[in-house]
């Protein structure tokens, strides 16, 4: 007969309810994460794709073909509202960062409506679907891998800032060589983003559990991977999408 005053009786079951409790949570908060995520990519591509078919996509250039202020405004805008909520974070209030990400995502559905000009509808919705298809084994792996990530983050960061100055460099060289290697570069670094910040943001919980924080953590996480996803979906669109021209 177990002895009820036995320490090794009594913690055992305490530990199980305790480690069943973090488990439920985890998935609470993840399945939060990736709610706001899909949320934000689907208002994205609904805007993007009424605001192509309404032809108020060209309302961002000019007569000449260049872009102009509207234009630049629906381009640069998504920058500043990422920068708000990076830097301001700790400062904003979770439902402040959450209608940030609301205005983050119809802001870049009007960016991206361009590329309803340059690809085909079918192209755009075959590198979609593939992109979400990678996004999902990625983000998969980087959830249940019990290998640790995070050396990996530094090389990734370096490689990110490296395809931006490329990019720029190739603003002035129009390569079609150098933009090649730019977008597999791109595809595979934020391929491993991807999973590295899902393994982060999987990490995060456990600091945040039980305090105001969890709400901004699922906020923020769920901008993360939406930049991921945006960006792969962009850099194969580069390698595969088929031009109208």
Do not use: C
């Not at 979770?94 to 609301?102: D, K, P, S």
């Amino acid at each position: 007969m177990a002895n009820w005053s036995d320490p090794r009786t009594s913690a055992a079951p305490y530990a199980g309810v305790q480690a069943d409790a973090r488990d439920a949570g985890l998935r609470s908060y993840m399945l939060s994460v990736y709610n706001y995520m899909a949320s934000g990519v689907l208002l994205t591509g609904i805007v993007s794709l009424l605001f192509a078919k309404s032809g108020w996509v060209y309302s961002m250039f000019s007569e000449t073909g260049q872009m102009n202020a509207l234009g630049w405004v629906a381009m640069l805008a998504p920058l500043g509202i990422v920068m708000v909520m990076s830097f301001g974070q700790g400062r904003l209030s979770t439902v402040a960062l959450q209608g940030l990400f609301w205005a983050y995502s119809l802001l870049m559905g009007v960016s991206l409506s361009f590329i309803f000009l340059v690809y085909t509808d079918t192209s755009i919705a075959q590198v979609f679907f593939a992109t979400a298809a990678g996004f999902a084994g990625l983000s998969l792996w980087g959830y249940t891998t019990k290998r640790d990530l995070s050396g990996f983050g530094t090389f990734l960061i370096m490689g990110l800032v490296g395809i931006i100055v490329a990019s720029l460099i190739n603003l002035f060289l129009r390569s079609d060589g150098l933009s090649f290697v730019i977008s597999v570069a791109g595809v595979l670094i934020f391929a491993g983003l991807t999973a590295y910040d899902t393994q982060k943001i999987k990490s995060m919980y456990d600091y945040v559990r039980g305090t105001d924080m969890v709400g901004k953590t699922v906020i923020m996480g769920a901008l993360t991977l939406y930049l991921d996803f945006i960006n792969m979906f962009l850099f194969l669109l580069r390698l595969f999408g088929s031009s109208r021209n």
